[in-house]
């Protein structure tokens, strides 16, 4: 059972357009939120975050919108650059008691391509 | 700066060689985590750990077993490598309060 759904394997935009990936989830006591770029041969390295207690986050050009009635967010990046060409990949937390605090569940990614 | 380490690049091994993978951070985390990723599957969670000795199975543990004898080390092992093991290894640490993971650059593994 996929907890995490990330439904486009990949999206191609122009440079200095916006970027919208997708991130839909279906367990409801998911309430942190991450997003965490990938590049080929490297680990994952972290992009930008929301608790369930906020709508939106904004860290320059990257901004996460969280929908809870909807169970879904998403990531704006704009302008797109060549350089955030790269796998993307949305992670939820439970913060529920005992020792699996703080384990993600991250969904299956979405290549973004950044075409010059 | 955040330094999460593994012990090699790439690996090349033997259905039924015993196989291990050492994580090291630098950060005085007390959460460390080992993930696969497959194409078109995304991150998998092995096994993890909060502290040191203790251990929890993640969603995929058979086949692995691991080790946290000291706070800033995690292992994984891989008893008796088989083919269907062959997978980008992840580690991963965090602190106990945190949600956010730092990632180490990741092993990829072959076994023929």
């Known amino acids: 059972d996929q907890q995490v759904k990330q439904n486009s394997p990949s999206l191609s935009v122009q440079e200095g357009r916006i970027s919208i990936l997708n991130c839909d989830y279906t367990?409801?006591?998911?309430?942190?939120f991450l997003w965490y770029k990938k590049y080929p041969a490297e680990g994952p390295t972290f992009l930008i975050s929301?608790?369930?207690?906020?709508d939106k986050n904004e860290d320059g050009r990257f901004t996460v919108f969280l929908n809870k009635s909807a169970k879904h967010l998403s990531l704006h990046i704009v302008p797109s650059q060549p350089g955030d060409s790269a796998v993307y990949f949305c992670?939820?937390?439970?913060?529920?008691?005992?020792?699996?605090?703080?384990?993600?569940?991250f969904g299956k990614g979405t290549l973004l391509t950044v075409n010059p | 700066d955040v330094k999460v380490t593994q012990s090699s690049r790439y690996l090349v091994k033997r259905t039924g060689e015993k196989v291990f993978l050492e994580c090291v951070q630098d950060?005085?985390?007390?959460?460390m985590f080992w993930y696969r990723q497959d194409p078109g599957l995304g991150l998998r969670l092995i096994y993890f750990?909060?502290?040191?000795?203790?251990?929890e199975k993640g969603d995929i543990p058979e086949g692995y077993s691991v080790s946290r004898e000291k706070k800033e080390r995690f292992s994984l092992i891989l008893e008796s490598a088989s083919t269907n093991q062959t997978s980008m290894y992840l580690c991963?640490?965090?602190?106990?309060?945190?949600?956010?993971?730092?990632f180490g650059p990741g092993t990829r593994l072959l076994v023929l």
């Open positions: 991963a640490s965090s602190f106990e309060n945190q949600e956010t993971q730092y």
């Open positions: 367990n409801s006591m998911f309430d942190y």
């Open positions: 929301i608790s369930s207690i906020k």
């Open positions: 992670a939820a937390s439970d913060e529920g008691g005992g020792g699996s605090n703080y384990k993600l569940t």
């Open positions: 950060m005085d985390h007390e959460n």
């Open positions: 750990s909060y502290d040191v000795k203790m251990k």
